[in-house]
């Protein structure tokens, strides 16, 4: 996963690197000295994760700057970082996901890495069309269509030549079930499963082999309890 780091303390900066690199995550971590720094790098902050934001910085402050990267990334996680226990109001204003004081950065950090995480899950794949990341969560399904697999999202779809066995490892216990060879559904988006016929949410019926359907309904039954 992608970080920003931006902090106009060079030593604030270092440290909270430090930290990241101690979580034991594989995180390619980038640090800007200012909120006008990391907003002039909007290709690389679309891209990251997690966006980590000093509030009190001169010029572009960090809620600043969190207006205007939440306004074109939505989905970017805004970390607010701060000594100051009386900004936490105005990181809900901006949308931010959490807020950390500086002296209990050392405390406070891998659990918020953590739960983020577990609330993003993200991957990324070298697909025809380029390397891109997805979170698991906008993944309705894979189709295997004339010796590719085809990423089936909301918006788009993407190929990748990449066995559907490979690919079911990789997206294990992330709540995918293999129905057959040709398709691997996220459980998110079964709306109904009855009589060997699979519902999507988006309308999509497939059809699943007798052979299977003891054991792709006794998956989505437990997926659907740990809910």
């Known amino acids: 996963m992608k970080i920003a780091v931006c902090d106009d303390s060079r030593e604030d900066r270092g440290a909270l690197r430090a930290l990241l690199e101690a979580c034991g995550y594989d995180f390619e971590i980038r640090e800007y000295g200012s909120g006008a720094e990391l907003y002039a790098d909007m290709g690389y902050v679309r891209e990251c994760g997690i966006v980590f934001l000093d509030i009190n910085m001169e010029g572009m402050d960090g809620l600043e700057a969190a207006r205007k990267i939440k306004a074109e990334c939505p989905k970017v996680h805004i970390v607010l970082v701060t000594a100051y226990v009386n900004y936490a109001l105005d990181g ?16 406070t ?14 991957v990324e794949f070298g697909f025809v069309e380029g390397s891109v990341r997805l979170r698991v969560d906008d993944i309705i399904y894979i189709e295997t269509s004339k010796h590719k697999n085809v990423f089936y999202t909301a918006g788009q779809t993407y190929s990748i030549y990449k066995k559907m066995d490979e ?10 079930v293999r ?18 016929v699979m519902i999507l ?7 699943v ?3 299977r359907y003891p054991e792709v309904k006794r998956q989505y039954t437990l997926f659907k309890g740990a809910e």
Not at 92 to 107: I, N, P
Not at 167 to 176: S, Y
Not at 201 to 207: A, F, L, N
């Open 92 to 107: 809900y204003k901006v949308k931010a996901s959490r807020f950390l004081l500086k002296d209990d950065l050392e405390q």
């Open 179 to 196: 129905i057959h060879q040709s398709f691997l559904i996220n459980m998110r988006y079964i709306g109904k499963l009855s009589s060997y």
């Open 167 to 176: 690919l079911e490892e990789e997206l294990a216990g992330m709540g995918f």
């Open 109 to 122: 950090l891998p659990e918020c890495v953590d739960d983020i995480l577990r609330e993003e899950r993200v």
């Open 201 to 207: 949410t988006t309308g999509k019926e497939i059809s």
């Open 209 to 211: 082999p007798k052979s």
